[in-house]
T-cell receptor, first 116, second 117 residues
Framework: AQTVTQSQPEMSVQEAETVTLSCTYDTSESDYYLFWYKQPPSRQMILVIRQEAYKQQNATENRFSVNFQKAAKSFSLKISDSQLGDAAMYFCAYSRWSNSGYALNFGKGTSLLVTP | KAGVTQTPRYLIKTRGQQVTLSCSPISGHRSVSWYQQTPGQGLQFLFEYFSETQRNKGNFPGRFSGRQFSNSRSEMNVSTLELGDSALYLC????????????????FGPGTRLTVL
């Protein structure tokens, strides 16, 4: 079974600064997908960024970027120029496509606090 | 395009009762997945439906069941409710087609908050 580990239960960053959230995962597969989801107090899960394992280039979405280290099974999220609206729970997730469908395996989450 | 909708948003039940939650996916999405979120266990996969068939199932007891209709709307049912079933139940839909590399991207609904007393 695939496991996803987020070792930082809480992180804090000042507005306009940069913060990195860590995620490691365990899998024996070579083709899979990794995601970072954001869950604000409203509880709405919002996809922040995704990475296909077969792509060597790290994904970026505006102020969000990842550092994908396939051999190390590491998938960290960097948030640049942090904004107050970035405050939320962040979940790292793993998924693999197969004929029996797919499911997201989530980490326990990192609570990000953004201070003015 | 309208997002994933879930009804009801909040529900209070007592132990032993049963409950049915509903999820309407994004138009055109045929895959619907259900997740349970609790403070202790985090986010856990319940099951996935595609074209009215359960295609994948998580490690939950048989009290948790679901179904999908021909219009892709899905329901999940929990029978004989236990206190530990109190959770946020999230539904997510996904397109099966690779469009700009967006296959396997799941879009979540706002969730149904179930409280079991």
């Amino acid at each position: 079974a695939q496991t996803v580990t987020q070792s930082q239960p809480e992180m804090s960053v000042q507005e306009a600064e940069t913060v990195t959230l860590s995620c490691t995962y365990d899998t024996s597969e070579s083709d899979y997908y990794l995601f970072w989801y954001k869950q604000p107090p409203s509880r709405q899960m919002i996809l922040v960024i995704r990475q296909e394992a077969y792509k060597q280039q790290n994904a970026t979405e505006n102020r969000f970027s990842v550092n994908f280290q396939k051999a190390a099974k590491s998938f960290s999220l960097k948030i640049s120029d942090s904004q107050l609206g970035d405050a939320a729970m962040y979940f790292c997730a793993y998924s693999r496509w197969s004929n029996s469908g797919y499911a997201l395996n989530f980490g326990k989450g990192t609570s990000l606090l953004v201070t003015p | 395009k309208a997002g994933v909708t879930q009804t009801p948003r909040y529900l209070i039940k007592t132990r032993g009762q049963q409950v049915t939650l509903s999820c309407s996916p994004i138009s055109g999405h045929r895959s619907v997945s259900w997740y349970q979120q609790t403070p202790g266990q985090g986010l856990q996969f319940l099951f996935e439906y595609f074209s009215e068939t359960q295609r994948n199932k998580g490690n939950f007891p048989g009290r948790f069941s679901g179904r999908q209709f021909s219009n892709s709307r899905s329901e999940m049912n929990v029978s004989t409710l236990e206190l530990g079933d109190s959770a946020l139940y999230l539904c997510a839909s996904s397109s099966e087609f690779r469009m700009g590399g967006k296959r396997n991207e799941q879009f979540f609904g706002p969730g149904t908050r179930l409280t079991v007393l």
